[in-house]
């Protein structure tokens, strides 16, 4: 059984760092997948945070460029979220997904919550 165990959130001040990793387990190859991370804030809806394909490419939300990075370790079989200059509206609950398209895998992970607040 696979499982996506997310850690490392929690509160923050404002311009402060947090780093967000999540696990995977279980029977997957990992390498294979594409691997996201999600939040979604009170009363918005879920968007998409940052990506990283199995080939290495990533894709961020625009408003978060040069602010987050993400990145993956294939061996250890995790995923990474740097997050810098936090901002108030960067509180949410985050979600880590791994997708492969064929066949198809879609896993996710708890929502871990990070606050930022002074």
């Known amino acids: 059984q696979v499982q996506l165990v997310p850690f490392g959130g929690g509160l923050v001040q404002p311009g402060g760092s947090l780093r967000l990793s999540c696990a995977a387990s279980?029977?997957?190859?990992?390498?294979?997948?594409?691997v996201t991370w999600y939040r979604q804030a009170p009363g918005k809806q879920q968007e998409l945070v940052a990506s990283i394909s199995s080939a290495g490419i990533t894709n961020y939300l625009d408003s978060l460029k040069g602010r987050f990075a993400i990145s993956r370790d294939n061996t250890k079989k995790t995923m990474t979220l740097q997050m810098n200059s936090l901002k108030v509206e960067d509180t949410a609950v985050y979600y880590c997904?791994?997708?492969?398209?064929?066949?198809?895998?879609?896993?996710w992970g708890q929502g871990i919550q990070v606050t930022v607040s002074s």
């Open positions: 997904n791994a997708k492969k398209i064929y066949p198809y895998n879609d896993y």
């Open positions: 279980g029977n997957m190859f990992f390498s294979d997948y594409d």
